[in-house]
């Protein structure tokens, strides 16, 4: 028996306990400036990044999809620091999410999202998420936490599926 993981769309409700959702309309407040040529979006997500002496950091990561059915069998965690994704193209895309369990994620709460191309998001520090999930080539900005000679093991834990745990996304 194949264990699937439904795709649901993104919102603010359903994935408030993950993190936020980067998008305008997702702004506490929308300021003029410039001498009104231009809107601030204001304040549209929090992020962790200065925590034991990291800095933020924005970087580009370049994803390549999957084979069909994409396997869900790794997810990881950044346990010092948030971290943002957001899309370069207008290319809609997918993230996993899991709540966690005695250290580890909660197999049983696995969500998979689905996200317009022109939707960022930011996972809170420490919640399980399986790595850049495409379904065409597709860069991103990534902002997050970075270290001089830390060592990676520090802010990134990985679970590693056993074989009766893999989970599938079939779309």
């Not at 993190?19 to 231009?38: L, R, Y």
Request: hydrophobic share 35%; proline share 5%.
């Amino acid at each position: 028996m194949i264990n699937k993981i439904q795709i649901e769309n993104i919102n603010l409700d359903n994935f408030s306990e993950f993190g936020h959702i980067i998008h305008k309309d997702s702004a506490f407040k929308k300021i003029s400036i410039n001498q009104g040529t231009t809107v601030r979006h204001h304040n549209i997500s929090d992020l962790e990044l200065n925590n034991e002496d990291g800095i933020p950091a924005i970087s580009i990561f370049s994803g390549s999809p999957r084979n069909i059915p994409v396997e869900i069998k790794i997810m990881e965690k950044h346990p010092i620091a948030s971290q943002s994704f957001l899309p370069i193209q207008n290319i809609d895309w997918l993230i996993v999410v899991s709540k966690e369990k005695n250290d580890m994620p909660d197999l049983d709460t696995m969500r998979c999202f689905h996200i317009q191309g022109d939707v960022g998001i930011t996972y809170k520090k420490n919640i399980w998420h399986h790595p850049l999930l495409v379904r065409k080539n597709q860069d991103f900005w990534i902002v997050d936490r970075i270290k001089k000679n830390e060592n990676p093991s520090i802010n990134l834990k990985e679970y590693h599926f056993k074989e009766n745990q893999i989970r599938h996304l079939i779309f």
